[in-house]
Antibody, heavy 119, light 110 residues
Framework: QVQLRESGPGQVKPSETLSLTCTVS????????WSWIRQSPGRGLEWIGY???????VYNSSLKSRVTISIDTSKTQFSLKLNSVTTADTAVYYC?????????????WGQGTLVTVPS | QSVLTQPPSTSGTPGQRVSISCSGS????????VNWYQQFPGTAPKVLIS???QRPSGVPDRFSGSKSGTSASLAISGLQSEDEADYYC???????????FGGGTKLTVL
């Protein structure tokens, strides 16, 4: 049973870069797509982007200019960087797994981590 | 404003059958499959229905999904108090080239 766990700072100052890591245990990162998804009261669930184990990425067009997702297959970790954050980026951030591209079937999720950008 | 449209709330009594709708467009539900998630407060969403009507292992057969054209529906029969949760639909959108979600439906068991 694969498990995902997010880690990173719980607070990021405005204009700085949000950095989170997702550690995958109990399974391989190979053959899957690894996404970041966030949830805030005002915006609901929002897909940020995914990375394939071979390094290919697809990002949400509304966030593309600020997002970088990378993967370290040796450590079975993948990471999110979101720069120039504002209060609108305050959300619970989840990492999740899907088994194909062009898919919104996320079969495993981390527990989520709250990131706050103070005003 | 979510790409997929769901009613904000619905309710039912124990034993009843309830349905939650999800409306999209030709670029998402019209072209790709729908997935449904159940979320309890303070926890991550959990996939309930994948690929329109497939139940992952462990999901009771009280939950069923269907899709027709640009609309989809999640049905819950034999409603139980533990079904009280938020429900979200999702799909891939070919125009946006990304995953999209509905705004969520809060189910209250009266």
């Amino acid at each position: 049973q694969v498990q995902l766990r997010e880690s990173g700072p719980g607070q990021v100052k405005p204009s700085e870069t949000l950095s989170l890591t997702c550690t995958v245990s109990g399974g391989s990162v190979s053959g899957h797509y690894w996404s970041w998804i966030r949830q805030s009261p005002g915006r609901g669930l929002e897909w940020i982007g995914y990375i394939h184990y071979n390094g290919n990425t697809v990002y949400n067009s509304s966030l593309k200019s600020r997002v970088t997702i990378s993967i370290d297959t040796s450590k079975t970790q993948f990471s999110l960087k979101l720069n120039s954050v504002t209060t609108a980026d305050t959300a619970v951030y989840y990492c999740a797994r899907s088994s194909s591209s062009w898919s919104a079937n996320f079969d495993s999720w981390g527990q989520g981590t709250l990131v706050t950008v103070p005003s | 404003q979510s790409v997929l449209t769901q009613p904000p709330s619905t309710s039912g009594t124990p034993g009843q059958r309830v349905s939650i709708s999800c409306s999209g467009s030709t670029s998402n539900l019209g072209s790709n499959s729908v997935n449904w998630y159940q979320q309890f407060p303070g926890t991550a969403p959990k996939v309930l229905i994948s690929n329109n009507n497939q139940r992952p292992s462990g999901v009771p057969d009280r939950f069923s999904g269907s899709k027709s054209g640009t609309s989809a529906s999640l049905a819950i029969s034999g409603l139980q108090s533990e079904d009280e949760a938020d429900y979200y639909c999702s799909s891939w959108d070919d125009s946006l080239n990304g995953a999209v979600f509905g705004g969520g439906t809060k189910l209250t068991v009266l």
